[in-house]
C-alpha cells in the first residue's frame, strides 16, 4: 500500500488484482478495467499485473476522479491551473510517484 497526499487528504493506493476483479464484476457490471477510485474511504485499486506505463496512466486516472468529478460546472482555464496544481503536488509531496518513471 502507498499513500498519495493531497491536500489534507491521504489517499490510500492498492496494487491489488483481485479487488479490481471484485469491483469490476459488482459495480462495472463486468467490463474490465484497471483501477478505480472509492471516494467514500479515499482508496484507489490499481490492478497489479499492467505494465509500469498502464500502472502511470490508471494512477493519474484514477487521481482525476478523486480531484476532479464535483468540478464539472469549471471553466476550462480554472480546470488547467487546478490540474497544474494537483501535478505539482503529486510530484512534489509524493516522491514515490517519481519513482514510478
Do not use: Q
Not at 490508471?58 to 468529478?69: I, N, P, R, S
Amino acid at each position: 500500500m502507498k499513500i498519495i497526499r493531497l491536500g489534507s487528504r491521504k489517499i490510500r493506493v492498492y496494487f491489488n488484482e483481485k479487488a479490481v476483479e471484485k469491483y469490476e464484476k459488482e459495480k462495472n457490471r463486468g467490463s474490465y478495467v484497471h483501477g478505480y477510485f472509492d471516494s467514500g474511504l479515499d482508496e484507489m485499486y490499481i490492478r497489479e499485473s499492467l505494465s509500469p506505463i498502464l500502472k502511470r496512466i490508471c494512477l493519474f486516472h484514477e487521481l482525476g476522479h478523486a480531484h476532479f468529478d464535483c468540478l464539472h460546472n469549471l471553466g476550462n482555464e480554472t480546470i488547467a491551473e487546478i490540474l497544474a496544481r494537483l501535478i505539482d503536488e503529486i510530484f512534489s509531496r509524493n516522491k514515490w510517484v517519481g519513482e514510478m518513471y
